[in-house]
């Protein structure tokens, strides 16, 4: 045994904490809590994918267990959302003037939207309110938002079964489109998986966002053409083509837009009187795009600070 190792073993004079640090290194002693890499990482992840799902159901089942309507608040929540902004946007203010079927392009946007929006909101919170869970344990932190976001898929299909019986009642037709709509939500799902890991990192350092983050989504809400057409409504406002561009760009009105055309034959069919039809293939592109670049922008934001959750 060498002279560090008595010193240490025999509990003589403690050793400066470089000295430790390079004892350890010697003897190929790691932090307990030291990042991995991104490979070792996402293997942990996977090997945890039953704690992911069995977190997810054990929330979604515990979330509305006090209510007497249980998870049926899940559906009614947007569905009364949709009945305001249909009154206030629709009737008072006349937007269901820019669309042919006004009734399913809210409901729509109001649905998809919804999904996103509790993504987010979720994530937020994913580190703050399990701190006792993260001390405890040992496993990968982002197990925790992606358990947030598997969540609110698995409230949205019960919101999707719904909406796919509203629809038809609305005057729409069913066609081979809706098939696409299992991809359009995987594409949607995985940007906000990366949504909410991103935000769950920013909660994380910044407790204060979960009062700022109300605000923030109602207004990206009113920008993301959710109970109006935002080709229209610019027209009408005489904006440029930037701004227009800009708005059509942003990643909710994206999945709003492609889900729309998928389920509603009105918005992507040329009707007279209305606005123009979007441009279907530009926007898979920009749902492909945002999916990929939320994904492994936000899975590399929340990596970054790994060994700093928990802590404090």
């Not at 006004?102 to 909101?121: D, E, K, N, P």
């Not at 937020?124 to 006792?132: E, H, T, V």
């Amino acid at each position: 045994m060498s002279q560090s190792d008595t010193a240490v073993a025999g509990g003589s004079t403690p050793l400066p904490e470089g000295s430790l640090a390079q004892l350890a290194e010697h003897h190929g002693l790691k932090r307990a809590i030291a990042r991995p890499a991104i490979g070792p990482y996402l293997h942990q992840l996977w090997e945890r994918r039953h704690f992911i799902r069995t977190y997810a159901t054990s929330r979604n089942i515990s979330k509305y267990s006090d209510s007497m309507l249980g998870q049926l608040w899940q559906v009614l929540t947007p569905l009364l959302n949709a009945a305001i902004y249909f009154v206030m946007f629709g009737i008072i203010l006349g937007t269901q003037g820019d669309v042919d079927n006004f009734a399913a392009f809210l409901i729509t946007g109001m649905f998809v939207f919804t999904y996103t929006q509790r993504s987010v909101m979720g994530g937020s919170r994913a580190i703050a309110s399990n701190l006792s869970l993260i001390r405890a344990l040992h496993f990968p932190r982002a197990a925790l938002p992606l358990a947030y976001t598997l969540q609110e898929f698995q409230q949205l299909i019960v919101s999707m079964a719904v909406l796919m019986v509203i629809i038809p009642i609305t005057g729409e037709t069913p066609t081979f489109y809706w098939l696409l709509v299992p991809v359009a939500l995987a594409l949607q799902t995985l940007f906000n998986m990366g949504a909410g890991l991103a935000m769950a990192r920013v909660g994380a350092t910044l407790r204060d966002v979960s009062q700022l983050l109300p605000f923030i989504m109602r207004t990206w809400l009113y920008a993301s053409g959710v109970f109006f057409s935002i080709p229209s409504r610019l027209k009408q406002a005489h904006a440029p083509e930037w701004v227009s561009w800009i708005l059509e760009f942003n990643p909710a009105t994206v999945f709003i837009d492609l889900m729309r055309g998928l389920l509603i034959t009105s918005y992507r069919v040329p009707k007279p009187g209305y606005g123009p039809p979007p441009d279907m293939t530009r926007i898979w592109l920009f749902a492909l795009f945002w999916a990929v670049f939320a994904l492994v922008v936000g899975f590399w934001y929340f990596w970054r600070a790994e060994e700093r959750y928990g802590r404090g």
